[in-house]
């Protein structure tokens, strides 16, 4: 009895030691990765996923087109998805599973070879995912624009998105989209019913920064389950920690390592070069809990995991991810000095190492890895897991235009780069005369600001401001008297909108004053300025980035730029003066352009 009862016991608990085991096993075309939580199909020619089983619940949409987890570069006659790719199983025992899809370049718009990678381990709920592009010397001038992995999610019932504290929200169900009113922008339907009934419905409705995210997705109230993107490192994406773009939006998880939305940068590799680029990994994490606020929680602490161990010491024998003893790691302290300002500092400040080309910045660069942390309390920073080689030092912070740069910081594997103390004298043109909103790259803190994601919602600021707008330094508030974008005024014979800053000056200057303009985003803009009563304008400005669309594609920012314009000291007047702004561009309702800052300083 005893023996009987021991040997149903040893064959119980081998049997459960053996149920989250990594099992690969390979038909025809497709190859299925199971750990006894979590079940993969990979259709191995198109690198894509048909089937996720969480605990036996499909997490792939598995009705319409594309209903898959696939990658693809660019639009149009340029689109490609990966064909005819070669199968290899990278790694595989009871531990864990890595597989590849390796799609040559063979004439295709873009000269790049494109290896896709699904890795399961032992006991997870996520697959992990990574991709390597890769140019040999052998092949000829290209470039990349759009380049991203998308997940079809299922089409249930009671789907809340969450994205951040402003996109959290129970989505539409499938037959709300039904009955959904299209518009104009083929991209966004006007709901009817449900419970999003008289909102638009967008894409672009989501996008954010995925550096501030961390993860985002949707979970599945009825069922209980969560299906996330997860983020731990961010060194393979490009445009530094202002770059935004799609990430969850209806059914569907996008992530964006390369796209012009927004006016991103664009991989270019010359001909005759050798370049590649390791694009991961990040999770496609499945949770249950048991209700949406809980996924959501649980969905962020994975966030902290996976942050922790990148890199990750189960990658190996990939040139381009390096471990972590061959990495590097670089610690200082930013101090601000700002003779206007004496109580602003560094905390929270942006930290970050880049490679740009001669003469680029971080914001358009994406060939190379960036480094990003933010500083402590106290300025201190630490950027650790750095590939070797020399970069270039930046931050930036809320309450400062511009930013700090430092060249020439050399990394070299297994050690410390210890900068010390890292002095940024915020320039200034003169005494601060006055100043709107705060310098932090965003138009967040003017009017409409926190609801920037609506669907046409420049259609209601001529319900809300007149015409001209008007701004009394020393009454008015940016919050309530600024508004976050100036575009053309009305719903369908759109005008020009001038908006008039209002100000005094005890007396009249004998020297001539600088207008900062920093500028969150632009698009075909055209600013006009007018001091006082002349007719003709002082000068007319054209920001140095423009681009991107964000005011259609409903962001609170682009591409950053910083304006100067001087003027000339008889120009202004004791008393009362009058600077009017006027975005002269009104072709169509994309053309804007969206302030972070204005200041108004006398030499």
Same mark, same amino acid.
């Given at each position: 009895?005893?023996?009987?009862?021991?040997?149903?016991?040893?064959?119980?608990?081998?049997?459960?030691?053996?149920?989250?085991?990594?099992?690969?096993?390979?038909?025809?075309?497709?190859?299925?990765?199971?750990?006894?939580?979590?079940?993969?199909?990979?259709? $191995?020619?198109?690198?894509?996923?048909?089937?996720?089983?969480?605990?036996?619940?499909?997490?792939?949409?598995?009705?319409?087109?594309?209903?898959?987890?696939?990658?693809?570069?660019? =639009?149009?006659?340029?689109?490609?998805?990966?064909?005819?790719?070669?199968?290899?199983?990278?790694?595989?025992?009871?531990?864990?599973?890595?597989?590849?899809?390796?799609?040559?370049?063979?004439?295709?718009?873009?000269?790049?070879?494109?290896?896709?990678?699904?890795?399961?381990?032992?006991?997870?709920?996520?697959?992990?995912?990574?991709?390597?592009?890769?140019?040999?010397?052998?092949?000829?001038?290209?470039?990349?624009?759009?380049?991203?992995?998308?997940?079809?999610?299922?089409?249930?019932?009671?789907?809340?998105?969450?994205?951040?504290?402003?996109?959290?929200?129970?989505?539409?169900?499938?037959?709300?989209?039904?009955?959904?009113?299209?518009?104009?922008?083929?991209?966004?339907? $006007?709901?009817?019913?449900?419970?999003?009934?008289?909102?638009?419905?967008?894409?672009?409705?989501?996008?954010?920064?995925?550096?501030?995210?961390?993860?985002?997705?949707?979970? +599945?109230?009825?069922?209980?389950? =969560?299906?996330?993107?997860?983020?731990?490192?961010?060194?393979?994406?490009?445009? =530094?920690?202002?770059?935004?773009?799609?990430?969850?939006?209806?059914?569907?998880?996008?992530?964006?390592?390369?796209?012009?939305?927004?006016?991103?940068?664009?991989?270019?590799?010359? %001909? =005759?070069?050798?370049?590649?680029?390791?694009?991961?990994?990040?999770?496609?994490?499945?949770?249950?809990?048991?209700?949406?606020?809980?996924?959501?929680?649980?969905?962020?602490?994975?966030?902290? $995991?996976?942050?922790?161990?990148?890199?990750?010491?189960?990658?190996?024998?990939?040139?381009?991810?390096?471990?972590?003893?061959?990495?590097?790691?670089?610690?200082?302290?930013?101090?601000?000095?700002?003779?206007?300002?004496?109580?602003?500092?560094? %905390?929270?400040?942006?930290?970050?190492?880049?490679?740009?080309?001669?003469?680029?910045?971080?914001?358009?660069?994406?060939?190379?890895?960036?480094?990003?942390?933010?500083?402590?309390?106290?300025?201190?920073?630490?950027? #650790?897991?750095?590939?070797?080689?020399?970069?270039?030092?930046?931050?930036?912070?809320?309450?400062?235009?511009?930013?700090? &740069?430092? %060249?020439?910081?050399?990394?070299?594997?297994?050690?410390?780069?210890?900068?010390?103390?890292?002095?940024?004298?915020?320039?200034?043109?003169?005494?601060?005369?006055?100043?709107?909103?705060?310098?932090?790259?965003?138009?967040?803190?003017?009017?409409?600001?926190?609801? +920037?994601?609506?669907?046409?919602?420049?259609?209601?600021?001529?319900?809300?401001?007149?015409? #001209?707008?008007?701004?009394?330094?020393?009454?008015?508030?940016?919050?309530?008297?600024?508004?976050?974008?100036?575009?053309?005024?009305?719903?369908?014979?759109?005008?020009?909108?001038?908006?008039?800053?209002?100000?005094?000056?005890?007396?009249?200057?004998?020297?001539?004053?600088?207008?900062?303009?920093?500028?969150?985003?632009?698009?075909?803009?055209?600013?006009?300025?007018?001091?006082?009563?002349?007719?003709?304008?002082?000068?007319?400005?054209? #920001? &140095?980035?423009?681009?991107?669309?964000?005011?259609?594609?409903?962001?609170?920012?682009?591409?950053?730029?910083?304006?100067?314009?001087?003027? #000339?000291?008889?120009?202004?007047?004791?008393?009362?003066?009058?600077?009017?702004?006027?975005?002269?561009?009104?072709?169509?309702?994309?053309?804007?352009?969206? +302030?972070?800052?204005?200041?108004?300083?006398?030499?």
């Amino acid at each position: 009895m005893k023996f009987t009862f021991l040997l149903i016991y040893l064959i119980f608990f081998t049997s459960l030691a053996r149920a989250d085991e990594v099992r690969l096993t390979e038909q025809d075309a497709y190859a299925v990765i199971d750990n006894g939580l979590l079940s993969v199909t990979l259709h $191995k020619a198109s690198a894509t996923l048909s089937s996720m089983k969480y605990r036996g619940m499909e997490m792939i949409d598995q009705s319409g087109r594309r209903q898959n987890v696939y990658f693809s570069m660019d =639009g149009t006659t340029r689109y490609r998805q990966p064909k005819n790719a070669v199968f290899t199983v990278q790694h595989s025992t009871a531990e864990m599973v890595d597989v590849s899809c390796h799609n040559a370049w063979k004439g295709k718009a873009q000269a790049l070879d494109i290896e896709i990678h699904f890795v399961l381990r032992r006991g997870d709920t996520g697959l992990y995912a990574y991709a390597i592009l890769d140019h040999p010397a052998t092949y000829p001038e290209t470039e990349c624009s759009e380049w991203r992995m998308v997940w079809r999610t299922p089409p249930e019932t009671h789907d809340w998105i969450c994205v951040d504290a402003l996109r959290h929200w129970r989505m539409p169900d499938p037959a709300d989209y039904l009955t959904a009113e299209k518009t104009p922008i083929k991209e966004i339907l $006007k709901l009817t019913q449900g419970p999003r009934a008289g909102h638009y419905d967008c894409k672009y409705d989501f996008n954010a920064s995925y550096h501030e995210l961390g993860c985002w997705g949707h979970a +599945y109230a009825e069922k209980k389950t =969560g299906a996330w993107i997860v983020c731990g490192g961010y060194d393979f994406f490009n445009d =530094g920690p202002t770059k935004r773009d799609l990430n969850a939006a209806a059914h569907v998880n996008h992530i964006h390592f390369g796209m012009n939305h927004y006016e991103a940068s664009r991989i270019k590799v010359k %001909a =005759g070069e050798k370049w590649s680029k390791i694009f991961g990994p990040y999770l496609l994490y499945c949770n249950t809990a048991v209700d949406v606020p809980a996924m959501w929680a649980d969905a962020r602490e994975r966030v902290k $995991k996976e942050k922790a161990q990148w890199p990750y010491a189960w990658l190996t024998d990939q040139p381009q991810y390096p471990a972590a003893k061959d990495r590097g790691e670089v610690t200082g302290r930013l101090i601000i000095q700002d003779a206007q300002k004496p109580q602003l500092t560094a %905390a929270n400040a942006w930290i970050g190492l880049a490679q740009p080309e001669p003469e680029g910045n971080w914001q358009l660069e994406s060939r190379h890895y960036q480094y990003w942390t933010r500083a402590d309390a106290e300025g201190r920073f630490t950027l #650790p897991s750095i590939r070797p080689g020399k970069h270039t030092l930046y931050a930036y912070t809320a309450g400062a235009v511009g930013e700090f &740069t430092k %060249a020439n910081i050399e990394v070299t594997a297994g050690e410390t780069t210890t900068l010390g103390d890292l002095t940024w004298q915020v320039p200034h043109h003169g005494k601060l005369v006055w100043e709107i909103g705060v310098p932090d790259r965003t138009a967040a803190e003017f009017a409409h600001g926190d609801v +920037y994601f609506q669907g046409f919602l420049w259609q209601r600021f001529s319900n809300a401001f007149p015409n #001209p707008l008007d701004f009394t330094i020393g009454q008015s508030t940016a919050a309530k008297d600024w508004n976050y974008a100036q575009c053309g005024y009305g719903k369908d014979k759109l005008q020009p909108w001038p908006w008039r800053i209002h100000f005094q000056l005890d007396a009249a200057p004998k020297k001539d004053a600088v207008l900062t303009l920093a500028i969150a985003s632009a698009h075909g803009a055209r600013i006009d300025l007018h001091l006082n009563d002349d007719k003709k304008p002082l000068t007319t400005v054209r #920001p &140095t980035q423009h681009g991107g669309n964000a005011l259609i594609r409903q962001s609170i920012l682009a591409k950053y730029s910083v304006e100067h314009v001087r003027i #000339p000291a008889a120009k202004l007047r004791a008393g009362k003066n009058t600077l009017t702004l006027t975005q002269t561009n009104v072709k169509g309702p994309d053309r804007h352009v969206m +302030y972070d800052y204005l200041s108004l300083e006398l030499e």
